[in-house]
Structures are given as C-alpha cells and as structure tokens.
C-alpha cells in the first residue's frame, strides 16, 4: 500500500547544544516519557530530538488504552506508574491535562478458561489495590446495554482502567521535561552516531550527528519505534523488530454509547474503544501485513486499510455489539507499529554499544506501558540498572545469535502479533523459529519422546512422552498468508493438552520426579552457558564479582550469586576453582593463573555475560571471560543410585571422602575425559557431568547402559521444576530477581558477611541486614489439591501481604509448594516471629484456601539427601510411596 507523505517543516525548532548528557532520540511515548523522567530524577542537561513533530511516528495514532491488571507482577506496577503520571502528576506539575478519560474496563469471557485467566488478574489486582470486579452475563448487560451478552461465560470489569489522549499526553510531558531543564527539538533528523573505542577495546557512545549540528553525548537513548533498527545500525547496534501494518477503524455517532467502557473481547481478537460518542475497532489478526521497506519521511501518515485483513474484526465487534451493524464508519486508521519476538519491549544498554539505551518495540503498548518505562530507563541510565525486575524487557534476555537472525525475528514476530490475544497459559511454548540451537543429544532424546520447550534459542528437554517421538516442525504461520498449516503435529497436540489452568497431564512429570527422588534420573542440561574467567586480575574480579567466597582451594565448587549496587540478584551460579596446568580445552582454560568455570542457567547466559563484561569494563579489570557453551553438553545424574551408575563409568572413587559435595575434577568416563561435579539441582546424591561436544553421547550411552539395571530414565525441566520447589532451591527471574536481595531471598549463605573482602552490592546488603528485612520470602504448602501457578495473592490475617512469585505440585511431599515474597503491611520488620504468628491464606481466582508458611523447606531440611544420607529404612519409604 501507498503511504500519504507529509512534508517536513525547515529546520530545527531551537538551536542545538554542543553537548549533553544524554540525548533521547523519537519524541513518541517513549521519547517524551523518557525525557521527562531524566530530568525529573535531576538529570537536565538532556536533550529529546525528534525528525518531525512530536508523536509523528505511531504515537499519534494510538488507540491510548491503558489496562491496569496484566499476568505481571511488574507490568502491573508499570501500568500503575503510567496511570499516576497522566491522571495526576502531569497536571499538578503543569497546570494542562493530559486528556485522561476515566471510562473504565472491561474484559470479556466466551468460555471458562478465559474467565478463569481474568479471575487470576482479579487475585493479583487485590495486592495491588486494584478495584475489578466478575460480572455475571446480566450485570455486564446492565452495565453495557448495547452489549450482546447471549454467548458470554462472565466479564471482568475495572472501573479505573481509562483511555490517554496521544498528543494531550506528549505535549505535557514535553512542557513538564522543558520546565525541568531538559531541550525538546523538533524537526531535527539524526544522520548518524559517532562511536569511540576505548583504551581497554570497549566501544562507547561519543556523538550524535544531525543535519543541523553535532552533539557530543556519552549516551543516546533509541525511542524511535519503527525506526529504531536503522537508528541501531548507525551505531552498529542490533534491534531485533520488525514493522507491520495495524489498523482501526472509527464509527460514526451511536446512542447510547456515551460514558461506556473500553472493551477487550480477547477470543473475538478485538477492542472497542470509546471515543466520545463512538467506537475505535481494531484487533489482531492471524495474518498481519509486514511493513518491510520503512521509509524515513513516513510522518502523521497512513496507509490504506486491507479490508480482507481487517474483515475479521468487523464481525467479532458487531456479534458484541450489534448496533455497529447499523452504523457507519467515519475514518480508518491504518499506520506502522514495532512488535518484536515475544511481544515484550526492547530495553535497557545495548551489549555492543556501552552507552546506546533502548526503549523501542512496544507492541501496539507504547502509551500504557510509557510512563512506567520511561522511569525504569532513566534510572537505567542514571544508576546503572532499572529500580524493577526489568529481565522480560532487557535487550540481553535474547542471545546475540538471533538478534540479527531475520527468520527468527519475523517467524517469531508473527507469532507473538498472532497470539497476542491467546489466553496466557502457564507452560506455553511458542512454535514459529524453533530448533534454532540444538546440542549434541538433541536427536537421541527426540527418537525418546523428548517434548522440547525452547529457551535463549536452545532446545532443552521439559518432559518426556511414552507414545514415541514428537519432534518440532518448521513454523506454519498458523496457516497464515496461503500457507498450508502443519498436519497431525504430535509436539502441538501435546502442548495443547498442557493449556490449561487445572492440572496438566501430570503423570509422566511425576514418573520423572518420584524416579529421581528413588532411583536414578539423567537431565540433559547442556543449554546452559560455561564461561572461563581467567587473566592477571581473574582473582581480584572474582572478588568483586561474586557473593560468595569462590577462592576455596582449586578443585573447589560453590553456589553464589552476583549482585548490583543496590544488592539485587543479578544472577545465581555455580563458580569452580581450576587447577593451574596445562590449557585441555574445552575441558580446562589457557593460561597458568587463577581460573575459574562458571555454570550459569542457560536462558539467561546473555544476561550473565553482559553483566560480568560490564562489572570489567566499569572496574577497569585486566581479564579474559571466554564462552564455552556451543563447545561442550552436560548431563546431571541424581538420585539414590546415582553412585552405583556413576561409579561403574567413571574411573574416580565417588565415596563421601573421596568426592565431597561441592567439589569438581577431570576424570575419564568411558575412556573421554569430562570434567565431573558434585552438585545438585534437585536435592539429592548426584553429579554434573561436563563433557566436550565429541564425547557427549559415547558418555551418554555408557550412563544408560550402566543405569539400566536401576531403571534409569531421562528427566526434563518440568520434573527439575518440581524437584526444586519441593528441596526450596531458587530459580532466577522467578524466586530471585534483581530487585530481591540474597537476605530477603533466604540466601544469605551465598554471601561473605563474614569476611572482610569487598563485593559489588556489599555496602547495601551491611544496610539492610543492620535495618532489618522489610520483605522476605516464605515457603507455602496447601492441603488441598488445588492448581496454583505464581501471582496467587497471599493474606495475612486478612490482609493482603504479596503474591506467589513460583508454584508448582511437590510429588515426594505431595502438596502444592508455592513461594512468594511478604511484606509487613505497617511497614515493619518481617521476622520469624511475624511469619508464625499469622493467619495465612492463599487467593486463586478468587477462592481463598488456608495454607501453612514453612521457615525452611518441608522436604529434607537437614540436606541429608545431597550428602548421600538416605534413612536406613529407605526402600521400604519407597515402597509406601509408590503405592
């Protein structure tokens, strides 16, 4: 389709500054947002360049919904801070409104599972003081007369939820930056970005060039949506986003509409916005149009509606609300939008570019995800780090293979921009670019039954199926764009029997699990990342780096995490001390010095990475951090028979004396060397095996073969899941995020109080332990049998106290296990004592059910289990258990 061009006006609206300490680039949402929380947080020599006039890009055309309850802990805060800030702080700093509509929400169910969804948003709401109620049918009818209500399950309505005014919005915002300090420039298109190499090989931001002027900045910040990209390639940053065509339609005048609620019909893929005494209709489609040539002189343009592609929305409106069929349409509204691959933002310091910020690909979001965004990235760039957990938006949750993968953007895209309106399962997994990284036992575990969920583009094993192989298949579009979709999916047929929000088909996850615990298990975790730290100042960044004491003697391995400033979790691992000696690799580093392995969850391998690269860089350390992880697989055998398997193929003593917990060595298995550790992820006896890519299934095998006179079996992460809810072993980014200290986590072991070594987030921890804890986590069980997923709102003694950030079935115990993070709601200390003098109840869906707090974790409390020490009486255990 053709776009209608609108000309440029000449020349910027103010003279451009020399210099300035930071420069926002896209004066949409973002930009606008942006600017004005840096100058709000102090920083006021900055300055907001915009090619056009403000909200030229997508802005300006935005339906402006704002939806207070989202399946997120965070976007839930995110959208409450956009709310504040356009409904009242904009207009007591200014004097202007915004153009804020208080109209209300209203979200609508078909059929139980949607309600079901809405009804954990309900539950989630109440921590957050967020008013929603469930609507009957009939009340909804009362509520929206014009509202067909014939074939609806129930609704959710939010009566504060509302609708912003785009260019209401970003003019105040500019006004409020501009009465701070900051320079807003229209008219001012950027040319290009000058890059500077450091003395120590780092590239940084030094200039943003335009038509009209250079400025010299140490930061430039890309809130130039679907641009964005070509704004990253001028300083040789990737932006992994792709533009479509996304359109609505505004009517002519209805009666009655007046004062009504915006509606989100999810299953009919459509939204009706009020807008005055009309309706804006719009939604997602299975088959969107991509945008692939952008243009640059695209401002306050159009592009003619697809009718064929709009169709579908038309219908689901009009079966909600009849009246549209009898109304006309006054204008279309077809315009560009960024969606990226998990239809989440792009945010946060790029990893090739020090200084080059993101905050682009809002997915249709921009406007009610901006305002709380916005002030995550200005404290982003101000402190080093976002004030949340701001991991599902950070850049470095992708790896840097796919960044620049076109096939995996736009496959992935797609799907995201499709299922957009899905109902948001827990153990969803997408279909489109799969199979992108495979490891070396990846074709032997599919021939199993292995149902693979995929992560930072590798494929790891989540559960095994008994009814033979179900591999994954290339992406069919969902039939999308004539293409022919894929017939009698195995792997989609499984996962569609997982969507759901009862209990999924648990019993192979519970043969997995209840085998470990018993017998033996082989979990492949060869996705995970394997990183070397070596060089002249490897033990003073180890120092610094790492919660824990990880300078043990060689030979040494510990569990620990690594912190910021502020003393958030910004990873957990496990780091071993190498033997100096000759360079085996991949199985030992070059170099005669201090050396150190680090184990780190794969999915979040980049995010690691780029941490420790950045705590270098910022600590000037003279170290080489090399990555390992494509080089090598690893296979964890755990459980009571884990020895006797292990020891058959190994040619190392495995006894308690000989190889105590926490301790690593290179041995041969088979005749390959692999490096083995004696760690759990599980709770029990068991050992890591880490081994070059060649001899991955030689050893493999050899591990089956031995194991089979045990009954061993292969596990996934499903069962790992459970196993480790069950033994109280965190997971990063569920239990432990970076706006969760270890103290508050239950980890203060990972870290050297003790000591007198220095370590980043030090100082904040002394803090707070001298303060004592506002908030900590606390372990759950529940008598019933009762589905629970995370965001179930926890009450003490009536009063709502925090939400489960983790839940799942603990099979050895068997009870529902859930953790969450409590506050003291007068702000107080949350001690033993608090814990164990409260009432606790658990919310799901609106249903309260008691449920028992647990200081340490319900199974093996005095980890006898990972020393080896199993009850004399054990089979018999086993025997009871298995009935």
Known sequence: KKSKKCTFTIGPTKPLPKSAEAVVIGGGSLGCQTVYHLAKMGMTNVVLLERDRLTAGTTWHTAGLLWQL?????????????????????????????????????????????????????????????????????????????????????????????????????????????????????????????????????????????????????????????????????????????????????????????????????????YLRLQGDALSVGGYEQNPVFWDKVSDKFAFSLFDLDWDVFMQHIEGAINRVPALEQTGIKSTVCGPESFTADHKPL??????????????????????????????????????????????YDIRRFHHSLTDNNKWIRERSHESYAKNYSVVFPFDEPLASRNMRTDPFHKVLTEQGCVFQERHGWERPGWFNQDGAAPVLDYDWYGAYDISKNQNYKYNELLGKEYTFDYPPHHHIKNECLTCRHGVSVFNMSYFGKFYLTGPDAKK???????????????????????????????????????????????????????????????????????????????????????YSEDMGMISIQGPKSREVLQEILDTDLSNEAFPFSTHKVCNAVGHKVRAMRLSFVGELGWELHIPKDSCLPVYQAVMAAGAKHSIINAGYRAIDS?????????????????????????????????????????????????????????????????????????????????????DYGFFIDKQIGYGYIRNPDGGVVNADFIKSGKFTLERMGVVYEAKPHLKSPFDPSNNRVKGIYPDNYHNVYKANAQ
């Open 541 to 627: 960044a180890a120092d610094w780096l790492f919660s824990a004491d990880v300078n043990k003697i060689p030979g040494s391995t510990v569990y620990t995490c690594m912190l910021n400033k502020r003393g958030g979790s910004e990873a957990d691992l496990t780091v071993s001390r190498l033997e100096a000696g000759a360079a085996n690799l991949p199985l030992a580093p070059e170099g005669n010095g201090d050396a150190y392995y680090l184990a780190i969850g794969g999915g979040v391998a980049e995010h690691n990475w780029n941490h420790i690269k950045t705590v270098l860089q910022d600590e000037g350390l003279n170290c080489q951090l090399t990555d």
């Open 347 to 392: 945010m946060g310091e790029a990893p090739e570019v020090r200084g080059f910020f993101l905050g682009c690909g809002f997915n249709s979001a921009g406007m009610m995800l901006g305002g709380g965004c916005g002030r995550e990235l200005a404290h982003w760039i101000i402190h080093g780090r976002p004030e949340k957990d701001m991991y599902g």
């Open 70 to 270: 989202r399946p997120s802990d965070v976007e839930v805060e995110l959208l409450a801070h956009t709310r504040q800030v356009i409904s009242h702080d904009l207009e007591q700093e200014t004097g202007l409104e915004t153009g804020w509509i208080q109209n209300g929400g209203l979200f609508i169910a078909s059929n139980k599972q949607r309600l079901d969804e809405y009804k954990r948003l309900m539950s989630l709401g109440k921590v957050y003081g967020i008013e929603s109620h469930v609507l009957s049918p009939a009340e909804t009818k009362d509520l929206y007369p014009l509202m067909n209500v014939d074939d609806l399950y129930g609704t959710l309505y939010v009566p504060k939820d509302g609708t912003m005014d785009p260019a209401g919005t970003c003019t105040t915002l500019s006004r409020a930056a501009t009465a701070r300090g900051a320079t807003v420039i229209e008219n001012c298109p950027v040319t290009g970005i000058q890059v500077s190499t450091d003395d120590m090989g780092v590239k940084r931001v030094k200039a943003v060039e335009t038509l009209h002027g250079t400025i010299q900045t140490p930061v430039v910040v890309n809130c130039a949506g679907v641009w964005a990209a070509k704004l990253g390639e001028m300083a040789g940053v990737k932006v992994p986003l792709v533009a479509m065509h996304h359109a609505y339609v505004v009517t002519e005048r209805i009666e009655g509409i007046q004062n009504m609620p915006n509606v989100r019909d999810h299953d009919a893929s459509v």
């Open 723 to 807: 196993l480790s809810i069950e033994k109280g072993y965190r997971h990063w980014h569920a239990d432990l995020r970076p706006d969760d200290t270890p103290l508050e986590a239950g980890l203060a072991f990972t870290c050297k109080m003790k000591s007198t070594i220095p370590f980043l987030g030090r100082a904040s921890l002394e803090k707070q332990k001298a303060e004592g804890l506002r908030r900590r986590i606390v372990c759950f069980t529940i008598d019933e049998k009762v589905p629970m997923f995370g965001l179930e709102a926890i009450f003490r003694n009536g009063v709502p106290v925090g939400h489960l950030r983790r839940s």
